[in-house]
């Protein structure tokens, strides 16, 4: 072999184990999901970092088969706190987040440009991955307060959650079936836990929070201060419920909360997960089959409260914005939809 052939092969062969290198860093290279949850006293962020656990199969990790990573392969997700479903909404119109949690009312109404969105541009883009759970309207009032019923806040300091949360939206509507507005009471917005400790300081009556329940920021203010759930039922959640076909009837068992001795009367919207229509249609099948197979399942069921009530069997339920097609053809295969 000629000195010339010898330099030659040795190069292509260099040029050879490059293209694998590259090809093999390539095939290892990860994408990145976020999730956007709402603040990290309530139920959106541990139930959101949950999820992103599952889901996530970062490059190099064991197959599943073999006791490892069980979520789409090549996947990092990650749980951010934000501001809750309007914003999140926002954020997956803007392009600026992946994913995000937002109630089911909300997310209807930025798909149609009605109700809450009627004087602003549709997001006709908005798509979902899946109904998680039912998210409880909690109205918490601090036990020498007075408030026994919605009407009872009237000038009363009520924080009803900060800008771009569902529970503010919601919290609005309640108002307003119990014939008030922000203007007959001294509202503030605040998060949950910011509300929890005006609260324990003697400076805040009353607050809302829209989540699943035990919420983290209500258990802990029950373990050291005297509170009552109140409920929302009669003529005003009647109303609610005949106006808004999102909100259904809920109760918040006795026990929830420390002091609670009663089951509470109150509703519910559902809280979803929704996407943009731009993400990947391979992606966002893969992330809905990790979603729900049995290694999630654990997760779910030994992560938080409401874990057990994410179901397959209730994903598609109260959806009211296209699914996102990713999810659609795993829906499909699995014989949820036809």
Request: charged residues 20%.
């Amino acid at each position: 072999m000629t000195q010339t052939k010898r330099i030659f092969l040795k190069a292509a062969g260099t040029f050879a184990a490059a293209v694998l290198i590259a090809g093999s860093a390539a095939a290892q290279a990860p994408s990145f999901f976020r999730i956007a949850t709402g603040g990290t006293s309530g139920t959106y962020f541990p139930i959101g970092g949950l999820i992103a656990n599952a889901i996530s199969a970062p490059p190099g990790s064991r197959p599943c088969e073999e006791g490892g990573a069980c979520g789409a392969p090549g996947l990092i997700a990650t749980a951010m706190s934000a501001n809750g479903s309007v914003a999140n909404v926002n954020g997956i119109a803007g392009g600026t987040i992946e994913s995000g949690f937002a109630q089911s009312d909300v997310a209807t109404w930025a798909y149609t440009g009605t109700g809450i969105w009627e004087d602003q541009e549709p997001v006709e883009s908005l798509r979902a991955i899946a109904n998680l759970y039912p998210e409880s309207i909690h109205l918490i009032a601090s036990a020498d307060s007075g408030i026994e019923s919605v009407a009872d806040l009237a000038g009363k300091q009520v924080s009803l959650d900060e800008p771009g949360s569902g529970t503010l939206v919601d919290a609005r509507i309640i108002l307003e079936s119990a014939g008030l507005s922000e203007d007959d009471v001294e509202a503030e917005y605040l998060k949950p836990d910011q509300a929890a400790d005006r609260m324990r300081d003697g400076a805040m009556d009353a607050f809302f929070f829209v989540g699943g329940f035990p919420a983290g920021a209500i258990a802990e203010l029950a373990s050291q201060e005297d509170i009552r759930v109140i409920p929302i039922d009669g003529d005003a959640a009647a109303g609610i419920l005949s106006n808004y076909e999102f909100f259904a009837e809920d109760l918040i068992p006795a026990g929830t909360y420390e002091g609670q001795e009663e089951d509470v009367t109150t509703i519910s919207v559902g809280a979803q997960w929704v996407t943009s229509a731009d993400q990947p249609e391979e992606l966002i099948y893969e992330i809905t089959k990790a979603l729900w197979n049995d290694n999630t399942r654990a997760l779910l069921d030994g992560g938080h409260a409401k874990g057990a009530s994410i179901t397959s069997d209730t994903a598609l339920d109260g959806v009211g914005i296209p699914l996102h097609p990713g999810a659609e053809r795993f829906y499909r295969e699995a014989g949820l939809i036809e």
